[in-house]
Each structure stands twice: as C-alpha cells, then as structure tokens.
C-alpha cells in the first residue's frame, strides 16, 4: 500500500486512493496499520454496509452509521482522521422486504446522509433485480429497476432522478437545528450558487414549519 501510494501521488497527484469494501468491520484498518501502512498513503475508506432492514440513520454496527467504526479504528491507530466514501457495493435494500415506497424512502436518505459526508462515489442498490436465482438473496432484489426483460422502473428509480436533479454535486452547508433528535434539516450548496434544504424524519410522518431567515 505504502509502495502504491508513493507511485501514485506523486505523479497524479489529484488522483485518490482509498482501502475499502469495509462496513463496520475493523480489519481492513488495523490488519493493514498492523502491517506498517502509513496513513498518507491513501485518502479514503470505502464503506460497503448492506444496511438491508436497518433505517439508514439508526447507530448500530450493521447499518449505515456503522461507517464510524472503520473510520475511528484509522484515526485511533494513525492520528489521522480519513474520510469515508462509498465504495463499488454499497448498500442493498430489497423492494420485498421494505416494499417499494420506503426502498425508495431510505434509499434517498442513504444518498443525503452520504452528501453530508462528503461521499464522491454514492451509488445504493443496483440498477435492475437480478434475473436469477440470485434475486432471492439478500442482494439481488436492491434494483432501481425490476428484473428483465420488462425493467419496468421501481419508485426508487423516480426518485434518484428528481434528487439527482436538485442535489446534484452539492455540497453541505449544514445542519439545521430542528428541536429534535429525529428530525433532520440539511442544508446544501448547489453548482450554480443556489442553496437546498433536504427536510426528513427517521420514522413516522412529521409536518414542517419552514421560516426562512431572510423573511
């Protein structure tokens, strides 16, 4: 890792490396510090969580949030805090578990919880079912899209077109304080100077009071 790095940065040095498919899993940090990795080798940890079932902002290891365990191992290991990104597998959440509507739901909130962090490469699901016997299993069923040779779009694949086209590389401006724990208010900056706010709440229905600072 130490050797790639070297090769690679010096001479590209707006390419990024990163160590990942890791989920909550400490090994692909500590095995590799263990090892005489150097923390400016590389400039991202990959995560790959297959959340499944677990509501995208709920603290636990098998889920989303737990990014934070890799992510504290390098710290605590190297000193140096390394920021997450998706990494090529990236969160599966079957339309036949969840049904389609919350698919969609948790989908989206998997793509602004990673636009708060900073992710450049965010891509949950897959983009149709699997045609196979593999569509049973925990993965197979994540699509966008049903299974061939009809492909006919889930409302998830709705939804990433209208998020992509409001929140299209935006970056976080902040958090808005919502009086609750729950409910989160996020505000981002947009390519072309305007700001969006992505309003959501973990679980149940909640309606919203907006007052904009400037009147």
């Known amino acids: 890792l130490n050797e790639v790095g070297r090769l690679v940065h010096k ?7 990163q160590i ?22 590389y400039d991202r940890v990959g995560i790959e969580t297959p959340a499944q079932t677990v509501m995208p902002e709920r603290l636990i290891d098998c889920g989303f949030q737990g990014q934070q365990i890799p992510l504290d191992t390098a710290e605590a290991i190297s000193g140096k ?24 739901e948790w989908y989206m909130r998997d793509v602004l919880i990673s636009l708060a962090h900073d992710f450049f490469l965010i891509g949950p ?3 149709f079912d699997c045609q196979t016997g593999y569509y049973d299993g925990l993965w197979g069923g994540a699509g966008l899209t049903y299974r061939a040779p009809w492909v006919y779009p889930k409302p998830a694949y709705v939804a990433y077109g209208v998020l992509t086209k409001a929140l299209d590389g935006v970056k976080l401006s902040r958090q808005l304080d919502t009086g ?16 969006a706010t992505a309003l959501w709440c ?14």
């Open 11 to 17: 001479p590209f040095p707006k390419l990024r490396l």
């Open 20 to 41: 990942g498919n890791s989920d909550n899993s400490m090994g692909a940090m500590s095995i590799m510090y263990r090892a005489g990795a150097k923390p400016e080798t």
């Open 81 to 104: 805090r390394i920021k997450a990104n998706g990494a090529w597998e990236f969160i599966y959440r079957t339309s036949r578990d969840l049904g389609e509507l919350k698919q969609a």
């Open 125 to 127: 699901g897959v983009f």
């Open 180 to 195: 609750s724990t729950t409910v989160y208010a996020l505000e981002f900056r947009r390519c072309d100077g305007l700001y």
């Open 202 to 215: 973990a679980k149940g229905a909640v309606d919203f009071k907006v007052t904009a600072e400037n009147g």
